[in-house]
């Protein structure tokens, strides 16, 4: 008989303490509807009389996750509400559109001025890319960093410099 009035809970800890192991085993049936596969008096202890409280006061699960909604709500009841959104990155800019702040670009000593025009044959056919104050435009899109247009020329990530020959690859290194 499985009894689970929290009054009677200490009541069937401390019978369980008196109980042999094929008594604990009967018992550990009982509360969990299956045979027990352990013949180890103290393990079959520890599990039937958690069981017992389990079956008593709630499992532990279900405890655990009513104290976390609670503090959820509390949570959110203390929250600090925005009142803007978060800075957004400027998206990639399309040729004509006009930048409503200046892009960091840190100019590299490799990289043409502006107003320069970059050629790369690849793959029997020349690619031109302009070189501008702020990034490099290429079939019309303005990129922020020659790799970015290698990748959009090529599907494939590449070091932008070295695709459009402005550096020599390490030795040993496969372009």
Do not use: C
Request: charged share 25%.
């Amino acid at each position: 008989m499985i009894e689970t009035s929290t009054e009677t809970v200490p009541k069937q800890i401390a019978a369980l303490e008196r109980m042999t192991v094929g008594q604990l085993q009967k018992r550990y049936a009982e509360v969990f509807g299956e045979p027990a596969r352990s013949g180890n008096k103290q393990w079959l202890f520890r599990r039937v009389a958690w069981r017992i409280q389990a079956l008593a006061e709630g499992d532990l699960a279900a405890r655990a996750i009513e104290r976390s909604r609670a503090l959820a709500r509390d949570l959110a009841r203390d929250a600090d509400l925005r009142l803007r959104p978060p800075p957004v990155p400027p998206p990639t800019l399309r040729a004509g559109a006009v930048a409503t702040a200046p892009l960091a670009v840190q100019r590299d000593g490799r990289v043409p001025p502006p107003g320069a025009l970059l050629t790369r044959r690849f793959k029997g056919r020349d690619f031109k890319v302009t070189v501008l104050p702020n990034g490099f435009e290429y079939e019309g899109e303005v990129y922020r960093s020659l790799s970015a247009v290698a990748h959009a020329i090529t599907g494939s990530h590449w070091n932008g410099l070295l695709f459009f020959g402005l550096t020599k690859a390490k030795e040993g290194a496969h372009a």
